[in-house]
RNA sequence: CGGGAUGUAGCGCAGUCCGGUUAGCGCACCACGUUAGGGACGUGGGGGUCGCAGGUUCAAAUCCUGUCAUCCCGACCA
């Protein structure tokens, strides 16, 4: 008898931790926040990965790598960047272990010290602007577009799975431009990609914005994000795209010819997504039941249950499984089929709903009379027997409504939570009670921001792009005026 | 970095206050049998340096000292 998962409305943070752990997304390693992802966490990131490298192959960026530690020296020279990065950096000071003394053990070799120490890197700007200072000498070299797959590491003091670990998994873009308005451009691209992405495959609805000053990424001058709701009210920056200016430039000494022959710093960019999107995914669609996946990120998206007494009933159901698998895999729809018998339906059942898979097929011996075939859908839990006839466009075509079916629920949910306010209480009433994202004037300074985090941690998720929000008005907290609401929210 | 907890089988825990046969329970695992349309049951079985190092004692999972690690709550962050 295994336990059920907690109920989500009870205890969010419990029902999320326990769901990605049985899920069989990840776990705690027992290392610090390191994280273990296992097999099928890792699959559904593949898919991700998969459809976010061809969107940028299709705006023209290339795959590199660099280099996981970057001399501590690197990060002096953006002052931003330091401030922004230093408090979780992680130091590499050695190069060498020796046996102790009494031979039992191991320590650090004293001898082995770095002149250097060298940076684990918590993102790849320095390295990468002081390898593009080779790259680059005339306009002819520009744009350069690439985007690295790594992991990065952040020394973070608490953790949780996915959202937030010491190590993650990530890509970053990084690119250089002749000119500020192709680098802005580049920067918008790229949420609009980010944005696309979570609509189109994750179906979680976001909101498109730029980042106040205080919120903007260590060493930007425009930082684009995209914000999403998550089931508690909470807020998750699920992607960023920053315009940096000529701030890595300068400070990396870049520059190019241009073509009127004058030497001139590049504008730069650089855009990322991590392994946080895991956890968006699982905190936007998932219920009591467990993890329900969009069929476009789904390892499996149908997984066929045999229903038996005996041997002979098990090949009859095998072989209708095998047919119908072969009509499902011959419109490149990934099936798995259950025959294994250490579990029974019941079981089965329950298990593939804890893991995502959106379609259910389980086929017993009345089926097998009838000609049909049961068909339980994930998103709503609703079963269908159907003629098993055409049961490959049935599935096709269910597919497809399952996978709009969770944007609308996720967009309806998302656009009854934006609320605007016009009072400190009622914003403050909002977030306590409500939740979501709250739509309230600001006088632009970062004294306020900081104080309204102080008194609600709440925090400006950003200056909406998605929507006008421009309209006269005045500051919930100072009564200063303000020519356009922002949006905030308590975030993760 | 401040506050609080916890380390006992693969996982989750009891036992520790008040020391005493062979360290126990649930799940998982292995074998056999019965079962199978929403998390089956029976019988038998395997698995432990009680986080680590010292100390007290006739006797330590239990008491003392030290140490290491992890988790939770704050401040910080994708």
């Known amino acids: ?206 909101i498109r914005g730029v980042k106040t000053p205080t919120e903007r990424f260590a060493g930007a001058e425009e930082t684009y994000t995209i914000e999403a709701l998550m089931q508690d009210g909470k807020a998750l920056q699920s992607g960023t795209s920053h315009f940096l ?19 001139e710093y590049v504008w730069a960019t650089s855009w990322g997504v991590s392994t946080r999107l895991m956890g968006a995914l699982v905190m936007t669609h998932s219920d009591d039941n467990g993890l329900v996946l969009p069929p476009k990120l789904a390892p499996i998206q149908v997984v066929i ?45 329950n298990e593939y709903e804890l893991k995502g898979v959106p379609v259910r097929i389980a086929i017993g011996p009345r089926d097998l009379e009838n000609g049909t075939v049961e068909v339980a859908r994930r998103d709503t839990l609703e079963k269908f027997v159907i003629p098993s006839e055409g049961i490959d466009l049935y599935v096709e075509n269910l597919l497809d409504k399952i996978q709009n079916n969770l944007y609308e629920r996720a967009l309806a949910y998302r656009n009854e939570h934006i609320t605007s306010v016009d009072s400190f209480e009622e914003f403050k009433d909002v977030l306590e009670n409500k939740g979501g994202f709250v739509l309230a004037h600001w006088d632009g300074t970062a004294e306020t921001e900081a104080k309204i985090k102080e008194l609600t941690k709440a925090t400006i998720r950003c200056i909406p792009l998605d929507f006008d929000t421009s309209e006269e008005g005045k500051d919930i907290l100072t009564g200063k005026p303000s020519k356009r609401r922002v949006l905030f929210a308590k975030a993760y």
């Open 245 to 263: 200016g000529q701030n890595f430039a300068k400070a990396f000494d870049v520059k190019y010819l241009s073509r009127e022959g004058k030497l």
């Open 1 to 206: 008898m295994a336990k059920k998962l907690p109920k989500r409305s009870e205890d969010y943070s419990k029902w999320y931790n326990e769901l990605v752990v049985r899920a069989g997304l990840a776990e705690n390693s027992g290392v610090r926040g390191m994280m273990v992802i296992k097999p099928y966490g890792y699959a559904i990131w593949e898919k991700m990965q998969a459809q976010l490298d061809k969107m940028f192959k299709e705006t023209g960026h290339q795959n590199a790598y660099f280099p996981l530690l970057i001399p501590m020296s690197y990060f002096a020279k953006e002052a931003q960047h330091v401030e922004g990065f230093a408090k979780e950096a992680a130091v590499v000071t050695h190069y060498r272990l020796r046996t102790t003394a009494d031979g039992k053990g191991i320590e650090v070799d004293p001898a082995a010290k770095l002149e250097e120490p060298l940076i684990i890197r918590p993102t790849s700007e320095t390295i990468i602007w002081d390898t593009y200072r080779r790259w680059i000498q005339s306009y002819r070299d520009l744009p350069v577009l690439v985007n690295q797959w790594a992991n990065v590491m952040r020394w973070e003091m608490r953790t949780r799975l996915f959202l937030r670990t010491a190590e993650f998994l990530w890509q970053e873009g990084h690119t250089a431009h002749e000119t500020k308005d192709e680098a802005v451009r580049e920067a918008e691209q790229m949420i609009d990609v980010y944005a696309e992405f979570a609509r189109d495959y994750m179906a979680m609805p976001v």
């Open 305 to 349: 249950i045999p229903i038996f007494r005996k041997a002979e009933q098990l090949e009859q159901i095998s072989a209708k499984a095998r047919e119908i698998m072969d009509k499902l895999r011959a419109k490149g729809i990934s099936v798995k089929y259950d025959d294994s018998d250490n579990y029974k339906p019941g079981w089965k059942f």
